[in-house]
């Protein structure tokens, strides 16, 4: 049974009082907080680094589940661990040798995570999902908050379900991108374990109500 859990993405919350975000996650039903560290060069943006995401450790009750985008992740595991992340999730595509990588993850004390984006065959993740905690299935493109949903992520989780139950069934299932109120609930009835939701919960009046809603879904 999947276990419907919620991850609230920062990135598109007011930066401006980052205390009071983490503040609003603790008072939540949310489960994790996600954090999007981006490089410039792996995807076309830049987000945040370790200053804040020890800023949010240091106000945040929740685990840290942290989603990296950049390229030689393998330089910067033990620093992420030093910073407080909890869950420290790579991309494939950014990696060269990812089983290394899987192991220095959990040489430094965390769960690791492995990611793709859309365009990338799900089948590639197949010889690393016996070594890893979760897969995070990318449903938009890494890089920018307040993407449309892609549509063909049902066909992909599927897919990615087949590898989880004949490699590995503890591994969570983590999906990222477009998610809303409308399509939450088919995420979770398809056996999707995490959900992270950015603009749903942060461009919302309610932002705790929205939580308890998508946590409380049939």
């Known amino acids: 049974m999947n276990k419907k859990l919620i991850s609230p993405s920062i990135l598109t919350a007011d930066f401006s009082n980052l205390q009071a975000i983490c503040e609003l996650i603790n008072q939540s039903e949310a489960d ?3 954090l999007d560290v981006m490089d410039g060069v792996f995807v076309p943006n830049i987000s945040f680094g370790f200053p ?12 840290l589940d942290v989603h ?8 910067y595991v033990q620093r992420f661990a030093e910073a407080g992340a909890g869950i420290l999730t790579f991309h494939y595509e950014a990696a060269e040798h990812p089983a290394e990588i899987i192991e220095q993850i959990h040489a430094a004390g965390m769960k690791a995570g492995i990611t793709i984006n859309p365009d990338i065959p799900v089948k590639v993740l197949e010889p690393f999902i016996e070594k890893v905690d979760m897969v995070l299935l990318m449903s938009v493109f890494a890089g920018y908050g307040g993407q449309k949903f892609i549509e063909e992520t049902y066909q992909r989780i599927n897919e990615l379900q087949s590898i989880i139950q004949q490699k590995n069934p503890s591994c969570l299932l983590e999906v990222d991108g477009g998610i809303n109120l409308e399509n ?21 009046n309610q932002p705790l109500e929205i939580i308890h809603q998508l946590k409380t879904i049939a």
Not at 52 to 59: D, M, Y
Not at 68 to 75: A, G, L, N, T, V
Request: hydrophobic share 50%; with cysteine; charged share 20%.
């Open 32 to 34: 994790w907080i996600h």
């Open 52 to 63: 804040v995401i020890k800023a949010v450790k240091k106000h945040c009750k929740k685990p």
């Open 68 to 75: 990296i985008m950049i390229i030689h992740p393998e330089k």
């Open 184 to 204: 939450a609930p088919k995420l979770f009835a398809q056996g999707v374990d995490v959900l992270v939701v950015g603009n749903t919960v942060f461009n919302s």
